[in-house]
T-cell receptor, first 111, second 114 residues
């Protein structure tokens, strides 16, 4: 039972354009959602989070949108840069500490 | 500073060996975690320690034995592992940030069991 789903295994975007990464979830009891970025042979790096009581959170080039009725969230990166090429994981917090990850989306930024 | 360090970076062990993975953070975080990540899969939670006490064990086989000697250190003792245990083992620690318990990950130990 996959509670957090990232249906696109990969995404390719031109440098300077907007990257949109999508995530769906099934458990309406999740309180918070987080996005992590992971380079090969490194641990995930925290990017941005959003509470379930909000619909948008912004931090620099990164914006996360939450649509609770659709159980859907998205991460927007604008403008996209070559260093953004990585695997992006959507995660939800179950209880106080248990992170449930999606399968990840590999983002490639083309020059 | 959100640095979590892990040693060793790489480890090769036989199925009869005993080895330990180490994790350290000096950020005063109250919770520490072990995750296992297989290739092209998301991290999977193994253990959680809160205030140096084991609070979550995700039904992990007993050949993995966690230990939290103090609030900054977390160990994972390995014994009689199987080749399918080969994976990236990630440590994390967490602090509350804007109301959410945000986890920060170390670089991982890549383990190969022969």
């Amino acid at each position: 039972d996959q509670q957090v789903k990232q249906n696109s295994p990969s995404l390719s975007v031109q440098e300077g354009r907007i990257s949109i990464l999508n995530c769906d979830y099934t458990n309406s009891m999740f309180d918070y959602f987080l996005w992590y970025k992971k380079y090969p042979a490194e641990g995930p790096t925290f990017l941005i989070s959003i509470s379930s009581i909000k619909d948008k959170n912004e931090d620099g080039r990164f914006t996360v949108f939450l649509n609770k009725s659709a159980k859907h969230l998205s991460l927007h990166i604008v403008p996209s840069q070559p260093g953004d090429s990585a695997v992006y994981f959507c995660a939800a917090i179950q209880g106080a500490q248990k992170l449930v990850f999606g399968q990840g989306t590999r983002l490639t930024i083309n020059p | 500073d959100t640095e979590v360090t892990q040693t060793p970076k790489h480890l090769v062990m036989g199925m009869t060996n005993k080895k330990s993975l180490k994790c350290e953070q000096h950020m005063g975080h109250r919770a520490m975690y072990w995750y296992k990540q297989k290739a092209k899969k998301p991290p999977e939670l193994m253990f959680v320690y809160s205030y140096e006490k084991l609070s979550i064990n995700e039904s992990v086989p007993s050949r993995f034995s966690p230990e939290c000697p103090n609030s900054s250190l977390l160990n994972l003792h390995l014994h009689a592992l199987q080749p399918e245990d080969s994976a990236l083992y990630l440590c994390a620690s967490s602090q509350e940030l804007a109301g959410v318990e945000t986890q920060y990950f170390g670089p991982g130990t890549r383990l190969l069991v022969l």
